[in-house]
């Protein structure tokens, strides 16, 4: 099993473009989220996405949309992307009772 | 509103010691679940050890147990027999009840412990 898997694991943007950070999980969980990790910080929920058709904001959304594609997949997209955006990016998934999410490798977003 | 402090940005322990690393959170509410997590320098965050709120047991797992203290709200995490792998950045995590059926998270902002030979 792969686990959880992201792409890209490296990006460069400049100021405005756009993108879409792509993430799977062949765990069958239910549930996946988007976070970003900002130097010497810990992680802070973009978005999540409880099951398959169902997406919510978390602490951070602003700049920031999200597609549960199907069950498997949920994607990230920055529309027009802000050097404030500068973070590793991380997919993460979960199910069962207790709920631990687990991790994919990240993405590491440079904007300039 | 929930909360996560870890107090200890940095610590060094000596090989073979054991470490605590302090967690405290802040709740309201009766149900809830906590975790740790290990991030090494190659950046992957790895799950650890988990505790619900219900549990009458601290959790253990191999070199990992989680000193639970309901009535103080804290959740320390103590790694015994130190190694140098353990050098790493160390989350404490809550989460949320009954926010629809996805298991939102708060993470601390993390301990680094640097193990010394």
């Known amino acids: 099993n792969a686990g959880v898997t992201q792409t890209p694991k490296f990006q460069v943007l400049k100021t405005g473009q756009s993108m879409t950070l792509q993430c799977a999980q062949d765990?069958?969980?239910?549930?996946m989220y988007w976070y970003r990790q900002d130097p010497g910080m810990g992680l802070r929920l973009i978005y999540y996405?409880?099951?398959?058709?169902?997406?919510d904001k978390g602490e951070v959304p602003n700049g920031y949309n999200v597609s549960r594609l199907n069950k498997r997949e949920f994607s990230l997209r920055l529309e027009s992307a802000a050097p404030s955006q500068t973070s590793v990016y991380f997919c993460?998934?979960?199910?069962?009772?207790?709920?631990?999410?687990?991790f994919g490798p990240g993405t590491r977003l440079t904007v300039t | 509103a929930q909360k996560i402090t870890q107090t200890q940005p940095g610590m060094f322990v000596q090989e073979k010691e054991a470490v605590t690393l302090d967690c405290t959170y802040d709740?309201?509410?009766?149900?809830?679940?906590l975790f740790w997590y290990k991030q090494p320098s190659s950046g992957e965050m790895i799950f650890l050890i988990y505790?619900?709120?219900?549990?009458?047991q601290n959790a253990t797992e191999g070199r990992y147990s989680l000193n639970f203290q309901k009535a103080r709200k804290s959740a320390n995490l103590v790694i015994s027999a130190s190694q140098l792998g353990d050098s790493a950045m160390y989350f404490c995590?809550?989460?949320?009840?009954?926010?629809?059926?996805?298991?939102?998270?708060?993470f601390g902002s993390g301990t680094r412990l640097s193990i010394r030979p």
């Open positions: 993460a998934s979960s199910s069962g009772e207790t709920g631990e999410q687990y």
């Open positions: 765990m069958n969980h239910n549930s």
């Open positions: 996405s409880a099951s398959e058709g169902t997406t």
């Open positions: 709740t309201s509410d009766q149900s809830y679940g």
């Open positions: 505790q619900g709120s219900y549990d009458e």
């Open positions: 995590a809550m989460r949320h009840p009954g926010y629809s059926s996805a298991s939102k998270i708060i």
